[in-house]
């Protein structure tokens, strides 16, 4: 009985200090993510309160806008089917290969999501074109990549990395003892649509969430191909009156969707049979799937090539030679080192933010409903929005020189992509038995031992899943940055854009592949020190 | 060998460091942020030939066409109550009449713009035009000649000429948008918005923006388009087979559409006495020279005798509307446009 009296104030301290830094990293999250929203959102009823009341037709889109919502729904939907079916076939191929060519290709496809739609369009315009030719030579007709068809290929392309990543991150957590179990119950065929589906879907299910937000919100590649979708609309309303208030209010539609499809498809990611992360590098495994299985596969990872390979073979034949690469390079180094630096720093700063607000999220109390609205709100939220309320949160005399400095574009990512490592970390936290982390947090009274040893292992999967997204998709940030830039310091994708518009295409292409290898670099150092973490961690 | 409990607070520290120094603005005396819709390949070397020649430092922001212009101006607006910019220099001009309207600018009477003709100063001097480019149709030379594309905006409109061999930029955006608003103000609403439903049912390709045109006709895909003199010089002197056609050039035409840049001081600028001196230095006849000289700008507002390589005929007849005119007409002709385009 002494014993316990002596144990339990130890528990409770550490627990308080536990609760004390959580809560206190919430505060900052809900600052730095929902704050811009809010103010937004105060700016909006403001104009409603000095008689704006027509303004409030604006949420709620008919006729024109009614018709433009339902098609982008529809653009938007078959965008994430087309890629999240090609990146789970791909997945399950790679997954299932060894070969050091095959790992290479699928690290490949996976920087390939710092590369904006954009981008990515312009590539295979490229391509097209340059098969056009060869068709022609030989009285063939060409296969032409225009309208919505075009449109769907490239925004599928472009985002099948997102759906490989979140596939394979699904299906390495399985737990390696359930995959024998099964085997040894099963033949492999059979395993795959029993055990190792149903046990990756989650994951997947997820990843889907984020392509068809991806793919709503962004109207650059649609618009190239000559269509119009509900995002470019909300941009053609801030552009002309200038009012971020109107443009909100236009866009409450598109986040109401958006936060149901991701409430959705986070709500799938239920308990599931996984261990943490010690078994890095997974063991070999080759499972005997039937030949008809495998070329099925083996068709999703051909497509995944194809989405790799054309893009990379185009921007290296663009990029001209080694001495023009070298000209881009030398010309914006201090955008790439600006770059790479808030990238690194916004996937970083994630982490605890995430970490702290993943639990909330999982929990079954009144407030998670809450949780999830301020989380996923912001990911739904137009970026040049995002910027604007950016600008009226920071730019204050409270603030000292915080606005008009470099930390602004780390407050825009974190604004933006903070919300996704938190969802991956909350997918994570619920395949995690919680009987589990009481039991460390009984035994394991120093607070610090307790979350290296035990909570960041488990969670590791969900955090270097999150931060690396956040990584990439921040090396590829537009639309906030540009609103909060400081003066005088640019990113590597305000370079591209304005290079675009001026039409140096091989630049372009310089620069791209300058982004490709600082998402290579990044992401690999990344693995590399949760990699070493962990051996550590293991060796105590 | 440190473990992860001397690593992390390490790499909390760290990041903490990299935080508080990125916190900090460099501190200089004599600096100006200039904020810019102009390309940054024209732009910044100008600005850095001021840096040099002056001694004060430039910050500048540079826009890019790919946020719709909903960049760089709704961050003036939003900036408004505490502006970090000192000068806006825009490649246009009804984004500037906007942020006169929206009271973001203050008046500065610049004395390197006593020579540029009225029409391209706001009479209460919150804006200056100088330099300038032009709309035109950039045409594929391999694909029809010269001699017989169309003459007029309206032949656009004419069978002749396919129109799936056509292409115009989206006219919500950019200069395209402030051609559509000139149209209003010359032909009267009713008249301009029967021309652009014209344009659309007739099935003319309505693309991404003007560099999006230029490459499609550049490329040959398309036999012609319109767009901005930047654009298709550019194309033209990295030897694509184009030439630059002035429509409405006669002597009962319309004219093309004249886009000046125009600078403006901001209101409440930190750095007022350095902002007025880069005005001076933008709106000087040697800067005018040189932006006509980079392939920034073609026409020169004061006349000055520059040779200009891309285009052959000197004299380019403008459309006889007002700016202000234009730029009351701006948002009539968005909301009219939005409505026929976008669906």
């Known amino acids: 009985m002494r014993a316990i009296n002596q144990f339990y104030p130890k528990i409770l301290n550490s627990r ?42 604006l949420a709620f889109p008919t006729g024109r806008r009614l018709a433009l919502f339902a098609r982008s729904l529809g653009f938007a939907i078959s965008v994430t089917a087309g890629a999240t079916i090609i ?13 050091k060519g095959n790992k290479f290709l699928c690290w490949l496809a996976l920087v390939f999501i710092a590369v904006p739609p954009y981008v990515h369009a312009l590539t295979w315009m490229s391509a097209f074109n340059g098969l056009e030719i060869i068709f022609r030579r030989f009285n063939l007709p060409a296969i032409a990549l225009e309208g919505w068809g075009g449109a769907l290929w490239v925004q599928m392309m472009a985002l099948v990395p997102v759906a490989l990543g979140m596939t394979l991150l699904g299906v390495e957590t399985i737990d390696p003892d359930h995959l024998d179990a099964a085997r ?42 000559q269509n119009n979708v509900y995002a470019l609309e909300i941009f053609a309303e801030f552009s002309s009156s200038a009012e971020s208030g109107r443009a909100f209010l236009l866009a409450l539609p598109l986040l109401l969707v958006t936060v149901s499809v991701l409430i959705v498809s986070q709500k799938t990611v239920r308990k599931a049979a996984m261990k943490p992360v010690r078994t890095l590098p997974s063991p070999d495994r080759h499972f005997a799937w039937p030949s008809w299985m495998r070329a099925l596969l083996g068709i999703g990872a051909a497509f995944t090539a194809i989405a790799v390979l054309v893009p990379l073979a185009v921007l290296l034949l663009s990029a001209g030679s080694p001495k023009a690469l070298a000209r881009t390079v030398t010309a914006a180094q201090s955008e790439i080192g600006f ?202 | 060998m440190k473990g992860p409990r001397q690593g992390i607070p390490c790499l909390i520290g760290a990041i903490c460091l990299i935080i508080l120094s990125l916190c900090t603005q460099q501190n200089r005396d004599e600096v100006c942020v200039v904020y810019t819709s102009v390309d940054q390949v024209y732009s910044e070397p100008i600005l850095r030939a001021f840096e040099q020649e002056s001694g004060i430092a430039i910050r500048a922001v540079y826009d890019v066409e790919a946020t719709k212009t909903t960049g760089l ?22 984004q500037t009449l906007l942020l006169k309207e929206k009271k973001v600018l203050s008046a500065y009477a610049s004395p390197s713009a006593s020579d540029i003709p009225n029409p391209y100063r706001d009479p209460e001097f919150f804006w200056t035009g100088f330099g300038g480019r032009a709309r035109v149709l950039i045409v594929n030379t391999e694909r029809i000649s010269v001699a017989k594309s169309p003459r007029s905006l309206f032949d656009l409109l004419d069978a002749r000429w396919p129109a799936n061999e056509i292409a115009i930029a989206n006219p919500l955006f950019g200069t395209t948008a ?58 033209k002197q990295r030897g694509h087979p184009v030439e630059l056609v002035f429509l409405d050039q006669g002597p009962d035409g319309l004219g093309t559409l004249l886009i000046p840049n125009t600078v403006a001081l901001i209101e409440g600028a930190r750095h007022e006495q350095e902002a007025k001196k880069v005005i001076d230095y933008l709106l000087s006849p040697e800067t005018e020279v040189q932006l006509i000289q980079s392939g920034w700008s073609h026409i020169s507002l004061r006349n000055l005798p520059v040779a200009e390589s891309c285009l052959e005929s000197g004299v380019i007849r403008g459309m006889d509307v007002s700016l202000d005119d234009v730029y009351i007409q701006f948002l009539t002709a968005k909301k009219d446009l939005r409505d026929i385009y976008i669906r």
């Open chain 1, 184 to 225: 040894l119950a099963r033949p492999d065929s059979a395993n795959v649509l029993k055990v190792i589906l149903p046990l990756a879907l989650p994951l997947v299910i997820a990843g889907a969430g984020f392509i068809f937000l991806l793919s709503l919100t962004d109207y650059s590649v649609a618009s190239l191909f």
């Open chain 2, 178 to 235: 402030t051609h559509a608003a000139a149209l209003y103000a010359a032909l009267g609403p009713r008249e301009a918005r029967t021309f652009f439903a014209g344009i659309f049912s007739r099935g003319i390709r309505v693309v991404d923006g003007n560099a999006a045109v230029r490459d499609l006709v550049a490329s040959g895909k398309l036999m012609m388009g319109l767009t901005d003199t930047d654009d298709a010089c550019g194309a």
């Open chain 1, 87 to 99: 990146g789970l076939l791909a997945g399950l191929y790679f997954w299932n290969q060894s070969g």
């Open chain 1, 339 to 540: 770059t790479f630096a808030i990238s690194l720093l916004i996937a970083l700063i994630s982490i605890p933010l995430a970490v702290a607000c993943a639990g909330r999220l999982v929990r079954s109390n009144r407030n998670h409903r809450l949780w999830w609205l301020l989380v996923t709100i912001p990911i739904a939220v137009p970026a040049s929005l995002t910027g604007i309320g950016l600008v009226f949160l920071w730019n204050r005399p409270l603030f000292g020189t915080v606005y008009g400095g470099a930390l602004m574009p780390i407050l825009a990512g974190l604004a933006r992509f903070a919300p996704f490592v938190t969802l991956a970390v909350a997918a994570q936290l619920r395949r995690i038995n919680p009987l589990l982390l009481d039991a460390a947090r009984v035994y394991q009274t120093n607070l610090w031992r307790y979350w290296l040893k035990i909570r960041l292992p488990l969670l590791l999967p969900g955090i270097a899943g999150g931060a690396g997204i956040a990584f990439l998709l921040s090396l590829g940030e537009l639309g906030a940055t540009l609103v909060v830039a400081p003066p005088g310091l640019a990113t590597l994708t305000m370079r591209i854009y304005n290079y675009l518009h001026y039409g140096a295409s091989d630049s372009v292409a310089g620069l791209c592949l300058i982004i490709l290898v600082s998402a290579l670099a990044g992401g690999t150092g990344v693995l590399i020190v949760f990699r070493r973490g962990f051996r550590l961690v293991r060796k105590g």
């Open chain 2, 73 to 94: 101006v709704n961050r003036l607006i939003a900036e408004k109550s505490r502006p970090q910019a000192d000068v806006f220099w825009s490649g246009e001009f009804a």
């Open chain 1, 16 to 57: 308080f200090k536990g609760e004390t830094c959580a809560g206190f990293i919430r505060i900052v999250f809900l600052f730095v993510v929902f704050g811009p929203i809010l103010v937004l959102v105060f700016n909006v009823i403001q104009k409603l309160g000095t008689g704006h009341w027509d303004w409030l037709a």
